[in-house]
DNA sequence: ATGAAATCTTGAAACATTCCAGATTACGTG
DNA sequence: CACGTAATCTGGAATGTTTCAAGATTTCAT
């Protein structure tokens, strides 16, 4: 949020006070064009533009990338974790049960409203308010009686 | 929710249309006692009330018992599943950054709105709205500054 | 009481993620 | 612009949760 969508990586991550190094220039790179990413596709990318990437790397600046702002971690329930660029609109998440298909909701529209964050409660304090969305995806619901199409997980 | 949290175990798995075996009933009770609950401790649960039981009948039992709609699946990021007894009063929770506590949140308590469920959105049927709060307990609060507590998966 | 289907046991595998030790790299200093 | 140090990356192994597979046992309707 910090940094206009199309601010050159290694700014990015200078600005973020972070070194600039090739996966990290190309993970932002590639989280751009690819939404919402798990490690392995990731890693994938990665390769693909880099050549050899350890997957320990892709690990390690996923953390660095999510700890400093940057990239959001999105976690449904018993799928591998995504990731996303955060353009601190804190805006949720869909998720269809038979493909795993993940599509962006925004926050506050119509009947989805926007969750209070910074409230307490038992004590606690509440940094953020994360809302999954379950469902089933036209295509899932139209092969809902004849279950062919294999769960795949797409973007 | 079909059945008040006093009702003989086996009687509301005979309603729910399933078998009644050990495993199931001791599960159904332990589970009213324990709050939410990990696979791990759930198994050492039952092993103390039944003697041997494997691994793999606590997770077959508990998909069992969630798919009947009697148990709720809770999967925080980063932190195995727990289980609850559902109550059917879609409560959403609060979990603990620091040592992983969860707790119950009632839903559309104040600030806090319920959401609209069986809404359609990028043409998706969506069913249930899922609700997680991150932050920290009092007790991680305090310790935020000098961590000296290693994180425990509290109830 | 009997049999078919569901459930449980045991042991192994799959999977995402993390740990470890050492080599390499980035970048502030001199 | 060369250096040194800390941060980062590589490669390989390990961890821990969850699932698979085959066979023994149990539940429940007949």
């Known amino acids: 949020m910090p940094f206009p969508l199309d601010t050159e990586p290694a700014t990015v991550l200078r600005g973020a006070g972070l070194r600039v190094t090739g996966p990290r220039v190309a993970a932002l790179a ?3 064009e690819a939404g919402h990413v798990d490690v392995d596709s ?8 880099l050549g050899r ?17 940057l990239v959001r971690r999105i976690e449904p329930a018993g799928a591998p974790a995504r990731y996303e660029l955060d353009g601190g609109d804190n805006h949720h998440h869909l998720v269809c049960r038979g493909c795993g298909t993940l ?3 925004p926050c506050a529209t119509g009947i989805r409203p926007c969750l209070e ?9 509440v940094d953020e308010a994360e809302v999954i ?4 995806c036209p295509n899932c619901q139209a092969s809902a009686l004849t279950p062919n199409s294999a769960p795949t997980q797409q973007d």
């Open 42 to 49: 990731l890693a994938r990318r990665l390769r693909a533009r």
């Open 133 to 136: 969305y379950w469902g089933l």
């Open 30 to 32: 590639e989280l751009r």
């Open 103 to 105: 599509v962006d909701v």
């Open 117 to 125: 964050t910074e409230t307490t409660d038992h004590g606690f304090v």
């Open 53 to 69: 990437v350890s997957t320990q790397a892709v690990y390690d600046v996923l953390r660095v990338l999510t700890d400093a702002g």
